[in-house]
């Protein structure tokens, strides 16, 4: 059971735009902790997607962005392409420590 | 280009001790975080811990009383020692390097699968 909660899967048509979402509570994002978010394709190490709730890391494409707001946060992809396809984490933190989403797996359709 | 790269053994046997290290090049260990965050097959991400460079910890709740890390800073290297381990602690290990000012995981080594027989 992860301390975030994100829906498990998400799929959109290439070329249209997607958004998951990521619900903490009082304790972690809506502490004013921020939120960070990582891609991970299949068999790979997580990527470091958007840090600092909506900041693009360097090579990061804009069509990436970032939100947070209260207890919650999302991200949106706009202009879907296959190779989006990957598993997507939220993570922030705690009076303990990080906390990890359970991660939303996006399908391009 | 800093790299993260974790060594250890790939299988270790019920109740006994897994042992990992995680080498930095191209960075000093004396700065940022460092974490482990480990994966079972199929499942997500759960932190484990982290190590300041002053050597101040901070370890998951839920494995906080099998969990030590420390921190070779002349050899650029941190380690992860996981007590009593079982079947479920069968996982991909990951090291990773926490970036101020956010703290958000920018580096991560390539993972290292450890398991544990049942």
């Known amino acids: 059971q992860s301390v975030l909660t994100q829906p498990p899967s998400v799929s959109g048509a290439s070329g249209q735009s997607v958004t998951m979402s990521c619900t903490g509570s009082?304790?972690?994002?809506?502490?004013?902790?921020?939120v960070h978010w990582y891609q991970q394709l299949p068999g790979t190490a997580p990527r470091l997607l958007i840090f600092?709730?909506?900041k693009r890391p360097s090579g990061v494409p804009d069509r990436f962005s970032g939100s947070k707001s209260g207890t919650s946060a999302s991200l949106a992809i706009t202009g879907l392409q296959a190779e989006d396809e990957a598993d997507y984490y939220c993570?922030?933190?705690?009076?303990?420590?990080?906390?990890f989403g359970g991660g939303t797996k996006l399908t391009v359709l | 280009q800093v790299q993260l790269q974790e060594s250890g053994p790939g299988q270790v046997k019920p109740s006994e001790t897994l042992s990992l290290t995680c080498v930095v090049s191209?960075?000093?260990?004396?700065?940022?975080?460092w974490s482990w965050i480990r994966q079972p097959a199929g499942k997500g991400l759960e932190w484990i811990g982290r190590?300041?460079?002053?050597?101040?910890?901070n370890y998951n709740p839920s494995l906080k009383s099998r969990v030590t890390m420390s921190l070779a800073t002349s050899k650029n290297q941190f380690s992860l020692n996981l007590h009593s381990v079982t079947a479920a602690d069968t996982a991909v290990y990951y090291c990773?390097?926490?970036?101020?000012?956010?703290?958000?995981?920018?580096?991560w080594g390539q993972g290292t699968l450890v398991t544990v027989p049942s």
């Open positions: 990773a390097r926490g970036d101020p000012p956010y703290y958000d995981f920018r580096q």
């Open positions: 191209g960075d000093a260990t004396s700065s940022f975080y």
């Open positions: 190590i300041y460079a002053n050597g101040n910890t």
């Open positions: 009082s304790s972690n994002i809506g502490a004013h902790y921020d």
């Open positions: 600092g709730n909506n």
């Open positions: 993570q922030s933190f705690d009076s303990r420590g990080v906390v």
